[in-house]
């Protein structure tokens, strides 16, 4: 069994999801307006919830990496979940994030969304990275651009039209220097 590392940043604690966050990972995935940019865009009932907590608890075990759930480091507070994702379909290792409607606009996702990439690249050293944005969620689209995200095509992927952002580890700054 994996042992899912805990990360600190100045804000946050990433620490592994557990039955503990359900309630409010749960929460969470019931509100429209924090699932409609994610997924088929529709809420979840918890028994779904239920099931998208044990997948992603389980990615670890399968990939040896996954989402972490994010916590306040002052307050324990759980205010997300961030991470990386490769299930069966994806087109490349996928960095993602979600919060909770009250801990939006704060900069937590781009503070995750730096330890998740530096994990990426110094624990997994993962030559690319990926987020899939929906085209017209214009606030993940500026986040990826803060982390560094180059804009490098749209894909229609699950259902729906999706900017494509690549991330490279700093020794290798854009695809161009792949190539």
Not at 27 to 40: E, Y
């Amino acid at each position: 069994m994996i042992t899912i590392p805990t990360i600190e940043t100045s804000r946050l604690r990433l620490t592994a999801l557990n039955e503990r966050h359900f309630d409010d990972y749960a929460a969470m995935l019931a509100d429209p307006d924090s699932t409609r940019w994610i997924g088929d865009g529709l809420p979840l009932d918890r028994t779904n919830a239920w099931r998208s907590l044990a997948m992603l608890i389980g990615h670890w075990q399968l990939r040896g990496y996954g989402m972490w759930a994010l916590e306040l480091k002052a307050t324990g507070e759980f205010i997300g979940r961030a991470g990386l994702l490769h299930p069966e379909g994806w087109p490349d290792v996928e960095m993602g994030w979600m919060l909770k409607p009250d801990h939006r606009h704060h900069g937590y996702a781009t503070e995750a969304g730096t330890a998740v990439l530096d994990y990426a690249w110094e624990h997994l050293h993962m030559q690319r990275v990926i987020s899939l944005v929906r085209v017209g969620n214009d606030a993940s689209d500026r986040v990826a651009e803060r982390l560094g995200g180059e804009h490098i095509e749209d894909i229609h992927f699950f259902g729906s039209e999706n900017h494509v952002f690549a991330y490279y580890p700093p020794h290798r700054q854009s695809r161009r220097a792949i190539a």
